[in-house]
């Protein structure tokens, strides 16, 4: 069972590949190798290595745990889903395999059956803080008192960190919903505090890559630089901040019958590490980048497209890469697909930083866990931004997600005009849409367009006050870059 011929094997896999030639149905050896290889992103290889073993012990529990895991992180959500139901086949009474199903349920828009296995998980471990965020996550059904009082009941036997941060935020958004704003704001206050403990932010670092930018990635540094490399046609990059209407503008552009929603990728930066090397500074990204010889930036464009390729299930010409955090890439992009879209998609500095505040990230994410910080952090992308607006004219299309509120219609014709294609009435229906999203808004964007998220902040506007003074006059209505 050696690696496929064009991926270098790792040191360590040879162990467990030899265990397994000798003893095909040793459980441990599989499971050394599929979690030796499943972080480097070679689950090609660790799914059929999980068939091997589960034709041989089908009642494996943790082989179908990871296969499900791994078929919904390649976005085979319905593949996934059959897999979650075999294993609750064998232990259907099991909290985390029900809360993991949930979580896929939720993916593909079975609102009912999701909020159903939150609960059926729920009623057999009330503390889980994982499965209260599941369900608070939903964000369009309300929880109600009776959750907050299960919660606060259970948030002194929680004792796992990353649970205990989820049940504040889910207590946060639980409080939210039947109005107590105040007792809200301080859930979400201790969870961003626990997980600033948790997960470090170098907000310095962040201002110093702004400055970096600004210095190395000038209007006549692109203008020396030619198109090297694959055109990369059809890429079209939606950048900007978390909460900022990503998520629904990916969907108004997936419905159309010319473009494929890939979601959240981390192709670009994968692919821009397979050449620079993982130990890198935020700050010193711009100084790199712009030290790319044409070689390189070719070999990113053709590996970018290639990781992609991978993923990819239709051939419509277009698809999009929602990955927020990729406006910090955002002068890359041109330099190895000079034929790529970028679109930034903006919203109201208060509502998009409140909801950021409002939100759990991963612990692979670097997010600020302070309303300073998430003012800093606003003003960095906002000014990094506006730099590229002007170094690379008309390279980067912008959206207000406040227009799309306003005007739906009109709003979503013009965003197709800028990007060359044609207009397709099923934009308009993007509620409509059944492929699986993974973010935050997965929900959200099931529905038609709503005012709420215009105002939802003044809820919690008398706690504000160091986010808005951080913010300074970004705190007016969205601006973009030249107006």
């Known amino acids: 069972m050696p690696p496929p011929p064009d991926v270098p094997a790792l040191p360590a896999e040879r162990a467990p590949r030899e265990t397994i030639g000798l003893s095909p149905g040793r459980a441990q050896a599989y499971f050394d190798l599929a979690?030796?290889?499943?972080?480097?992103?070679?689950?090609?290889?660790?799914?059929?290595?999980?068939?091997?073993?589960?034709?041989?012990?089908?009642?494996?529990?943790?082989?179908?745990?990871?296969?499900?895991?791994?078929?919904?992180?390649?976005?085979?959500?319905?593949?996934?889903?059959?897999?979650?139901?075999?294993?609750?086949?064998?232990?259907?009474?099991?909290?985390?395999?029900?809360?993991?199903?949930?979580?896929?349920?939720?993916?593909?828009?079975?609102?009912?059956?999701a909020v159903a296995a939150y609960?059926?998980?729920?009623?057999?471990?009330?503390?889980?803080?994982?499965?209260?965020?599941?369900?608070?996550?939903?964000?369009?059904?309300?929880?109600?008192?009776?959750?907050?009082?299960?919660?606060?009941?259970?948030?002194?036997?929680?004792?796992?960190?990353?649970?205990?941060?989820?049940?504040?935020?889910?207590?946060?958004?639980?409080?939210?919903?039947?109005?107590?704003?105040?007792?809200?704001?301080?859930?979400?206050?201790?969870?961003?505090?626990?997980?600033?403990?948790?997960?470090a932010y170098d907000a310095e670092g962040a201002d110093a890559f702004v400055r970096e930018t600004e210095s190395h990635l000038t209007a006549s540094f692109f203008e020396t630089r030619r198109p090297v490399g694959m055109n990369g046609t059809g890429a079209i990059f939606i950048v900007g901040m978390p909460r900022s209407g990503s998520t629904l503008v990916e969907q108004i552009l997936a419905s159309h019958p010319m473009v494929e929603g890939m979601g959240e990728l981390f192709a670009l930066p994968n692919a821009l590490r397979h050449i620079l090397g993982t130990d890198m500074a935020e700050a010193d990204l711009p100084r790199r980048i712009a030290a790319l010889t044409d070689g390189e930036r070719a070999r990113i464009g053709a590996l970018y497209l290639?990781?992609?390729?991978?993923?990819?299930?239709?051939?419509?010409?277009?698809?999009?890469?929602?990955?927020?955090?990729?406006?910090?890439?955002?002068?890359?992009i041109p330099l190895i697909l000079p034929g790529a879209r970028i679109l930034d998609v903006r919203r109201q500095a208060l509502a998009c930083c409140c909801s950021c505040f409002m939100t759990y990230f991963n612990r692979e994410t670097a997010m600020p866990t302070n309303l300073r910080d998430l003012g800093r952090r606003y003003r960095a992308y906002v000014r990094t931004?506006?730099?590229?607006?002007?170094?690379?004219?008309?390279?980067?299309?912008?959206?207000?997600?406040?227009?799309?509120?306003?005007?739906?219609e009109g709003t979503t014709r013009r965003l197709l005009a800028r990007l060359d294609l044609p207009f397709a009435p099923a934009c308009?229906?993007?509620h409509d849409n059944p492929r699986p999203v993974h973010t935050p808004s997965a929900q959200q964007v099931r529905t038609p367009i709503g005012r709420d998220g215009l105002t939802f902040w003044r809820n919690y506007e008398p706690w504000l006050h160091p986010l808005k003074d951080e913010l300074g006059k970004l705190c007016q209505p969205t601006a973009i870059a030249g107006e």
């Open 428 to 430: 308009l229906s993007f």
């Open 306 to 332: 290639d990781m992609v390729g991978r993923r990819r299930e239709t051939d419509r010409p277009c698809f999009t890469d929602k990955m927020p955090s990729n406006w910090r890439l955002a002068g890359l």
């Open 119 to 199: 609960r059926a998980s729920l009623r057999l471990a009330p503390a889980n803080g994982f499965a209260w965020w599941g369900l608070a996550n939903l964000r369009t059904i309300p929880l109600d008192a009776a959750d907050v009082t299960a919660m606060t009941e259970a948030l002194p036997a929680v004792t796992d960190g990353l649970s205990r941060i989820q049940l504040h935020f889910a207590l946060g958004r639980a409080l939210g919903d039947i109005g107590r704003y105040e007792r809200s704001f301080r859930h979400y206050e201790e969870a961003n505090r626990l997980r600033g403990a948790l997960v």
């Open 35 to 113: 979690a030796l290889l499943a972080p480097h992103e070679r689950s090609g290889e660790v799914i059929p290595l999980l068939d091997t073993l589960l034709a041989r012990r089908p009642a494996t529990f943790w082989a179908l745990s990871l296969k499900a895991e791994l078929l919904a992180n390649e976005r085979r959500l319905p593949d996934a889903l059959a897999v979650h139901e075999r294993l609750l086949a064998y232990v259907p009474r099991a909290a985390i395999p029900l809360m993991n199903y949930a979580h896929a349920l939720k993916a593909v828009g079975r609102v009912g059956d």
């Open 385 to 408: 931004m506006d730099h590229f607006h002007r170094a690379l004219p008309g390279r980067i299309d912008d959206l207000r997600y406040e227009d799309l509120v306003d005007d739906p």
